[in-house]
């Protein structure tokens, strides 16, 4: 079993920037691959961001290239998420995601979720 459990949420202005963070326990983290995922009311929870177990590639969705960041220190066990230049579309409940095996943009691969935390980004 893996825990995870995020931080970092809160409310800011179109343009601001937050950095998500999520620590993992139960298992060796290197081992997984960890992803953000977010969802707005009403709609489905949809893929944000990829990082592979080492870090060695990461994965975005296509509104949020080039302003989204996803790391992770696998000493720390953490995964974070650096949000700039936020926007009202932004506005999402955030989950963080784990998986042993092989990550993708789909969240029935992962096996392993957050309870979530709340962005909310205002015009």
């Known amino acids: 079993q893996v825990q995870l459990v995020e931080s970092g949420g809160g409310l800011v202005q179109a343009g601001d920037s937050l950095r998500l963070s999520c620590v993992a326990s139960?298992?060796?983290?290197?081992?997984?691959?960890m992803a953000w995922f977010r969802q707005a009311p009403g709609k489905e929870r949809e893929f944000v961001a990829l990082?592979?177990?080492?870090?060695?590639?990461?994965y975005y969705v296509d509104s949020v290239k080039g302003r989204f960041t996803i790391s992770r220190d696998n000493a720390k066990n953490m995964v974070y998420l650096q949000m700039n230049s936020l926007k009202p579309d932004d506005t999402a409940v955030y989950y963080c995601?784990?998986?042993?095996?092989?990550?993708?943009?789909?969240?029935?691969?992962?096996?392993?979720w957050g309870q979530g935390t709340q962005v909310t980004v205002s015009s």
């Open positions: 990082i592979r177990r080492f870090g060695s590639s990461t």
């Open positions: 995601a784990a998986t042993g095996g092989f990550g993708s943009l789909y969240a029935d691969n992962y096996d392993f």
């Open positions: 139960g298992r060796t983290f290197s081992s997984l691959d």
